[in-house]
T-cell receptor, first 115, second 114 residues
């Protein structure tokens, strides 16, 4: 009954590989996000996806691409992984609707290690 | 520019004492939120204060907001060992649309000594 679930929890891979992280929310929310948390615990928004509208943080390399098969899922695909991509990636969701307070619900995170 | 910077970066206190963390931000806001992150876990929403509010309480939490100084504080009273975590303030876009996510500060790591 986890509200926002991401898989895998840990991902260890070689430089140059392509990988995906999956995210699902069962809260019925209309907006989902991906955040990156670096080694100093700084969290930065990467993408938000709301009713087919994708908003991209301009600092995110185009090797990163979100894909949303439906409102409950927002997966993250990463091509040609680099050492600097090592971080913890968090998926989150919120219900913006007509009252955009934007309280977000987070998954447990995926720790990506690129060797 | 980075929105939301917490102060101090780390705080260690004895159980039962009060813990105060501060946050400063740079642009106009619709609301400000505080989140907690336990080690190895995701963030959990604690409390939200709107831009037209000055103070808000929730259990042992007290949040203040000073929009003229662009700052907020989070007070945890009667701290417990379970309060050991990192605390982040977060702000959204002024328009309140929110679809472009929250901007988080660097967080305050709080350690409660038993």
């Amino acid at each position: 009954d986890t509200a926002v679930s991401q898989t895998p929890k840990y991902l260890v891979t070689q430089m140059g590989n392509d990988k995906s992280i999956k995210c699902e929310q069962n809260l019925g929310h209309d907006t989902m996000y991906w955040y990156k948390q670096d080694s100093k615990k700084f969290l930065k928004i990467m993408f938000s996806y709301n009713n087919k509208e994708l908003i991209i943080n301009e600092t995110v390399p185009n090797r990163f691409s979100p894909k949303s098969p439906d409102k409950a899922h927002l997966n993250l695909h990463i091509n040609s992984l680099e050492l600097g991509d090592s971080a913890v990636y968090f998926c989150a969701s919120s219900q913006l609707g007509t009252r955009p307070l934007n309280i977000q619900y987070f998954g447990a995170g995926t720790r990506l290690s690129v060797l | 520019s980075q929105q939301g910077e917490e102060d101090p970066q780390a705080l260690s206190i004895q159980e039962g004492e009060n813990a105060t963390m501060n946050c400063s931000y740079k642009t106009s806001i619709n609301n400000l939120q505080w989140y907690r992150q336990n080690s190895g876990r995701g963030l959990v929403h604690l409390i939200l204060i709107r831009s037209n509010e000055r103070e808000k309480h929730s259990g042992r939490l007290r949040v203040t907001l000073d929009t003229s100084k662009k700052s907020s504080s989070l007070l945890i009273t009667a701290s417990r060992a379970a309060d050991t975590a990192s605390y982040f303030c977060a702000t959204g876009p002024y328009s309140g649309g929110g679809a472009d996510g929250l901007t988080f500060g660097k967080g305050t790591h709080l350690i409660i000594q038993p």
